[in-house]
């Protein structure tokens, strides 16, 4: 998994919608870590690959939720990559992983890898 500077791009000028659109389906795995970790791996890589685009573009341009604003649709990217990892945890059936920090494609192959 890769990605391109376009991605960022336009998940830096849209993010509300970009995000709704990428995880709009998965709105039960993201309620639900088993749920998550039961998904196949290429519905899974959508959501990692969303949460590693949240990363870049809030170390970026420091975009996140808001929580004053009660209209900001935006995730809490802390609470949805700890999600990502718990539910990628439980994927591998691995006891326990500590979350490295840093680029989640990264953190995520190395999970899966074992």
Do not use: C, Q
Request: proline residues 5%; aromatic residues 4%.
């Amino acid at each position: 998994m890769t990605i391109d500077e376009k991605e960022l791009a336009l998940a830096a000028e849209h993010p509300r919608g970009t995000e709704r659109r990428r995880l709009l389906p998965y709105r039960a795995a993201l309620n639900d870590a088993a749920t998550y970790a039961a998904l196949p791996e290429s519905d899974r890589d959508v959501v990692v690959r969303w949460t590693e685009v949240r990363r870049r573009i809030r170390e970026s341009i420091g975009l996140d939720h808001d929580a004053a604003n009660l209209a900001d649709p935006l995730l809490p990217y802390a609470r949805l990559r700890a999600h990502v990892i718990e539910g990628e945890r439980l994927a591998a059936g691995r006891a326990v992983f500590d979350d490295p920090g840093g680029d989640l494609l990264a953190v995520v192959a190395a999970l899966r890898a074992g």
